[in-house]
């Protein structure tokens, strides 16, 4: 199969040059043109804001060529397999590819304790209630330190990460600003990692291209802006985790011959699903689901798949192999997404191969020149 994420140059990569800058121990290769601007200017501060959705072409289209952050866009790189915010924001918080940490997506099959969990929401896919048995298994299987903690724990300086449901929570995007400015006004070394969930929320509900979506981007754009003309030595880096697709849906409670042959409820993304298939009906399943899908969907035998390094390279996680079941399925340039029970119904999604959802921006502003003539 044909991976399109350069795994030489995407999210995982930004975050291990941000550990070479504080002194850890990157384990893939960095961004040596960003590598060269934090040697050359030595920021006191390096802020990364990560807009949740805000992929590479949505941001052009939305925008004029002279905004701010597009003025500032100094590259599109990818995001990580599946181009989603499970898999892409764990990247980013750690320099590990997604087949090491093992957040691949929204719902994860966990052979453990043989459940499909929505990873995020602590609970067995479909249900509301928090699962006490992946409660007990987290802490061994899905537990990793963050870049801002390994800085803290090593001494390398001081790592800050603000969120607006957890670590350091904020109200609103002017509160998370407003955090920003005041932490890179105090003394030391600094990394602050800054987590926005806007547009990525109006975008399922509204569309990428939705009034709305274009409203609140705008309003990014403009206080960022506002934000670096307050900012000194720092480099601030803007992010997005994935882009994004407007949508259609195919239930699979519709195709009862596909359901009859599979072993648990599919996993992983909507537009990038994994499939566990009863024993002795692989070819069987194969065969319908290129039927039933085929024109929307590529279906990938798991060895193909890992053969690939689809999810990156590096050691796998343990649980990485039982996680992809036997087939993955992903939509390239289809809009459809395949929803089973318990799943979400929303107007655009994105974890699919299309360019809108796997380009996303990176944006660099450099606010060290004033401090320095000071």
């Known amino acids: 199969m044909k991976v399109k994420n350069n795994y030489q140059e995407c999210l995982t990569n930004l975050a291990c040059s941000i550990e070479k800058y504080f002194d850890l121990t990157p384990k893939h290769n960095t961004l040596p043109y960003v590598d060269r601007i934090l040697e050359e ?3 006191e501060n390096v802020v990364v804001i990560l807009l949740d959705g805000l992929g590479s072409r949505i941001l052009d289209r939305t925008l004029d060529e002279n905004a701010f952050l597009r003025k500032h866009k100094i590259k599109e790189i990818t995001s990580v397999f599946p181009a989603t915010t499970t898999a892409a924001t764990s990247s980013m918080q750690t320099g590990l590819n ?10 994860i099959y966990m052979k453990p304790i043989n459940k499909v969990i929505s990873i995020y929401m602590k609970t067995e896919k479909g249900k509301e209630t928090i699962d006490e048995d992946f409660l007990n298994i987290k802490d061994k299987y899905y537990k990793f330190k963050s870049i801002p903690e390994r800085i803290e724990e090593e001494n390398k300086g001081r790592g800050i990460e603000l969120f607006p449901f957890q670590k350091d929570i904020y109200q609103d995007l002017d509160d998370m600003l407003e955090k920003i400015k005041n932490y890179t006004k105090e003394p030391g070394k600094k990394y602050i990692y800054a987590y926005d969930t806007e ?4 975008m399922h509900e509204l569309g990428p291209d939705s009034k709305e979506t ?3 981007i705008q309003e990014r754009n403009d206080k960022i802006e506002s934000l670096c003309q307050e900012l000194e030595n720092t480099i601030l880096f803007v992010i997005a985790d994935h882009g994004h697709k407007k949508v259609t849906h195919v239930f699979l409670k519709d ?3 596909i359901l009859d042959t599979l072993e648990h409820p599919t996993s992983l993304e909507q537009r990038a699903i994994t499939f566990h298939v009863k024993e002795g ?8 689901f290129n039927k039933h899908f085929g ?4 279906l990938y035998p798991k060895e193909e798949v890992i053969e690939s390094k689809l999810f990156g390279e ?7 192999r039982s996680s992809l079941g036997d087939f993955v399925a992903i939509a390239e340039e289809s809009d459809k997404c395949l929803i089973d029970e318990g799943e979400d119904i929303l107007f655009s999604h994105h974890a699919g191969y299309s360019d809108d959802e796997i380009y996303i921006p990176l944006i660099m502003i450099d606010k060290t020149t004033s401090a320095r003539r000071e």
Request: charged letters at 40%; proline letters at 12%.
């Open 314 to 320: 590096g050691e796998e996680h343990p649980l990485f």
């Open 281 to 288: 009906r692989k070819e069987e399943f194969k065969t319908l």
């Open 199 to 202: 547009p990525d929320h109006t």
């Open 295 to 298: 024109k929307d969907f590529k």
């Open 255 to 257: 195709y009862p011959d």
């Open 41 to 43: 200017k030595k920021p």
């Open 214 to 216: 274009k409203v609140l």
């Open 98 to 107: 997604p087949v090491e940490h093992g957040y691949l997506g929204w719902n």
